[in-house]
């Protein structure tokens, strides 16, 4: 692996740093030329940033969720066992989002989403 400022072998250990949002993977020596980046989560967030996505649009939990969820489930004829293992979820996480007892994040919300063809996360009510 070569030092991606000076191109010298990398020999030894290896830094990760940033400059102006960008992240590098360099030696010792260019090490002092950026700050240092220690996490992985980091990187991520520094490549995503520079990437110049756009941002998604503000979506909400639906109010009723958990009443939604449970009719298109029933009405695909699936267990909260089947959904759970559909979704890669235990079924008592399942069973507490039908309860309204557990809100889910939007990774969860998502996945449901998709299993049962429906929305969860809508874009807020204009008051």
Do not use: W
């Amino acid at each position: 692996m070569q030092c991606e400022i000076c191109g010298s072998s990398l020999t030894g250990r290896m830094f990760t740093i940033q400059i102006e949002g960008a992240t590098f993977r360099v030696c010792s020596s260019c090490a002092k030329l950026g700050s240092p980046v220690r996490n992985k989560k980091a990187v991520k967030m520094a490549v995503k940033k520079s990437s110049g996505y756009l941002e998604e649009p503000l979506l909400e939990l639906r109010k009723d969720y958990n009443k939604v969820m449970r009719q298109e489930r029933e009405k695909l004829g699936l267990s909260q066992e089947q959904l759970g293992r559909k979704i890669n979820e235990k079924p008592s996480v399942i069973k507490l989002l039908e309860s309204g007892k557990l809100k889910p994040n939007d990774l969860l919300a998502k996945k449901v989403e998709y299993a049962l063809k429906i929305k969860l996360l809508v874009p807020p009510e204009s008051e």
